[in-house]
């Protein structure tokens, strides 16, 4: 079959949108393609068409468990086999996964950067045919780019191990400098093409409005837009308060954080996308890759720390191409919180080895010793011993990880501990005299089969989808099993971060943080910031024209549609 036809099968188009097929035609010739569309216009398919097209099968290389979510439910949706490796599966299930991909006709293979950084995983992508490489969010490769990952740096060693297989970097957002950081961070070849499409949103209203009463102005907007709507805040106490206060004055909302459980963050996400809620409140961790429909409203409570990201967000009113609008509230709170949070995200180099020092203390780890297992801090006391808040914390620790001392888990509850303690006769007499439970121990000997010898660290979640249940199910049947002296159970609720050594601990007089690396980074964070202040004190020019040219797109007629505009025709 060629494009179009599997267009028509698969979509139920008879056409591509502007500049798909650009792309498609470009991949099938071979050649390495930057693809710079807008949110809403289709970047998925300009992979998954030539993948289909293509005997073997596409790596796609995707930076959020919602983005790889979303999109095997839509390819399974459509008959088409794919699968995923995420930080939930664990290292008993890829040769499993690898095995479907040689041989069960997979045909998309899901793979997050921070996993792509096993020698394990690489190793198996030889024995398969990738057919094309697709790195999604492909601005994340850049130190310019608004979510800049060390992670995708690494993404880059595809080229020597699949040297001949064309790569597709995908992304919304790139001005030059993103631009060429991509290009020269995948090893691009030389016959390349960047396909870029306009990212004039014509049906879209920007409106900025200044020093008002957030609260009230809120319940006014959402009375007005009847349809759904996404509210985006700054923390995860905001995001909160800010959907209890809607549902005080009866308007349904949910809220939606990183944390939040993978599987509640799941089912917040499909009650809304089924009009379950109308509204939703959401720090800047929801809408990748969320491609709903009929959302008229982006409100926008807090300052966004660029434009990148404020384009991104508001990019999700109206993707059906019809009237919506994006309104940013902001004042000058807004500017200090976001300037603040800027010099706390970049330390010091003293200050960095501190902390170093002090959470290699706190997990009892001796110069020259790396731990085998994963550690984890409790969030509170390390907090009230140290004295840091916990936007410090995370920035430390985002800095550790950036420079390769450690990978941490985030703000997350811990994984429960597991062990059979009853011998195998009486197991095997066990589950033949209970049969509800047979299947279940099954799959536990299959995933962890160290249970009888030692404790083993359970991810409920992933046992959940296994058997197509819930988490809350799986805990039960945990704890009925211990109570039958089958296993033992630990259960930690505390919240911690997991933290993994990726060397041993240094001895401080031989730590180095490049501080000149450092400040190159805050340089380029406070451009964007100072770029998106004077974008919402503007009130003269277009404001579509401003975010147009900021992101490097030639301007011409303004929008007659943005707060600006409405003020120069009046």
Request: hydrophobic fraction near 35%; charge should be positive.
């Amino acid at each position: 079959m060629n494009a179009i036809d599997i267009l028509i099968k698969y979509w139920g188009y008879s056409k591509f949108r502007t500049k798909q097929e650009e792309v498609i035609e470009n991949i099938l010739a071979n050649k390495d393609v930057l693809a710079i569309f807008p949110v809403g216009e289709g970047k998925s398919l300009c992979y998954q068409i030539p993948a289909l097209m293509k005997n073997g099968v596409c790596l796609v290389i995707s930076p959020l468990i919602s983005l790889m979510t979303d999109q095997l439910r839509f390819l399974s949706s459509k008959g088409i086999k794919s699968i995923a490796i995420n930080k939930n599966i664990n290292l008993n299930e890829i040769d499993d996964i690898f095995n479907k991909c040689k041989f069960g006709g997979i045909k998309f293979l899901f793979l997050s950067p921070e996993r792509l950084q096993s020698s394990k995983i690489k190793n198996k992508l030889n024995d398969i045919n990738i057919n094309l490489i697709a790195v999604d969010e492909a601005h994340c490769i850049s130190e310019w780019g608004h979510q800049f990952r060390p992670s995708f740096r690494k993404i880059s060693d595809l080229r020597s191990i699949l040297p001949q297989t064309p790569i597709l970097a995908l992304t919304a957002t790139a001005n030059k400098y993103v631009t060429h950081d991509i290009i020269t961070n995948l090893y691009f070849k030389k016959n390349h093409e960047i396909v870029k499409t306009s990212l004039k949103k014509n049906n879209v209203s920007y409106l900025v409005l200044e020093n008002t009463n957030k609260r009230k102005k809120l319940i006014e907007l959402v009375e007005k837009i009847k349809s759904s709507i996404i509210i985006y805040a700054n923390t995860r106490k905001n995001v909160e308060n800010i959907s209890k206060y809607l549902n005080y004055y009866k308007y349904n909302s949910c809220f939606y954080h990183a944390g939040l459980s993978f599987d509640n963050r799941k089912n917040i996400q499909e009650k809304w996308i089924k009009n379950q809620f109308r509204i939703i409140v959401a720090t800047s961790s929801f809408g990748m890759g969320i491609n709903k429909q009929d959302v008229r409203l982006v409100i926008n409570f807090s300052l966004p720390p660029n434009i990148e990201t404020y384009y991104q967000q508001s990019g999700r009113a109206g993707r059906d191409n019809k009237k919506a609008f994006s309104i940013l509230l902001f004042d000058e709170n807004d500017i200090k919180y976001q300037q603040t949070l800027l010099n706390q995200r970049y330390p010091k180099s003293y200050e960095i080895i501190d902390f170093y020092n002090n959470l290699s203390n706190y997990l009892q780890i001796p110069v020259g010793m790396a731990p085998e297992e994963n550690k984890s801090i409790n969030i509170e006391k390390f907090k009230d011993r140290y004295k840091i808040s916990s936007i410090e914390l995370y920035n430390f620790l985002n800095i550790l990880q950036n420079e390769d001392y450690i990978i941490f888990k985030g703000f997350v509850k811990p994984d429960s501990k597991l062990k059979i303690i009853m011998d195998t006769n009486n197991l095997y007499k066990f589950q033949i005299e209970n049969r509800l439970y047979d299947q279940f121990i099954r799959l536990l000997l299959r995933t962890y089969p160290k249970l009888f010898s030692q404790y083993v660290s359970v991810n409920e979640e992933t046992i959940a989808k296994k058997i197509n249940s819930d988490i809350d199910f799986v805990k039960k049947i945990f704890k009925k099993l211990e109570k039958l002296e089958v296993v033992k159970y630990q259960f930690n609720d505390e919240n911690t971060i997991s933290i993994k050594y990726l060397s041993a601990r240094t001895d401080s007089q031989y730590l180095s943080f490049n501080d000149a690396e450092i400040k190159k980074r805050k340089k380029s964070d406070l451009y964007r910031l100072d770029k998106m202040i004077s974008f919402c004190r503007n009130q003269n020019k277009c404001r579509r024209n401003l975010i147009l040219k900021y992101l490097g797109e030639t301007v011409s007629n303004d929008c007659e549609n943005c707060s600006n505009c409405f003020k120069q025709n009046k």
